[in-house]
């Protein structure tokens, strides 16, 4: 359930950042190098995110008899990705001076899709922090059952 909203989001995320970035090299308006700059690196991220999360959830049942194939290879992936989104969403919050509101219109033309950018770039990090918490715990009690 947690990959498949972690994939759901992440093609939303993955949509409004494409859009953006196409915006931007077709005009150049964007309000700074950073604003620009934080929409690729959150596109590549969604990109990242859905592909590798489609593959991680269809491996998942060819190497759920091992160790290694299941739950250190989720935490591997779920961390890397966990640091992706941190950056992103940490650097698009910094870009658009930490406020979400509409009043921040000044600052670009595209001010409520990149507050939406934002948002859904925190709810993807909460639920990759989410999955980091289960795969541990369910890793550590089968791992007790031996």
């Excluded at 949509?15 to 950073?34: N, R």
């Excluded at 948002?119 to 289960?134: K, M, Q």
């Amino acid at each position: 359930v947690v990959f498949s909203l972690t994939i759901f989001f992440g093609i939303i995320e993955f949509a409004i950042s494409a859009w953006l970035t196409s915006q931007f090299d077709a005009h150049p308006d964007y309000f700074s190098l950073a604003g620009r700059d934080c929409t690729r690196f959150l596109l590549f991220t969604s990109t990242w995110t859905i592909i590798l999360s489609i593959h991680r959830m269809f491996c998942f049942c060819a190497a759920a008899d091992s160790v290694f194939g299941s739950t250190v290879s989720h935490i591997f992936f779920l961390c890397l990705t966990w640091v992706f989104w941190t950056a992103g969403a940490a650097s698009i919050t910094a870009t658009l001076g930490g406020q979400l509101n509409r009043n921040a219109q000044s600052l670009s033309v595209y001010c409520g899709q990149l507050i939406v950018l934002d948002v859904f770039a925190w709810v993807i990090l909460v639920l990759v922090t989410f999955a980091i918490f289960v795969v541990h715990t369910r890793g550590s009690l089968a791992s007790s059952r031996g």
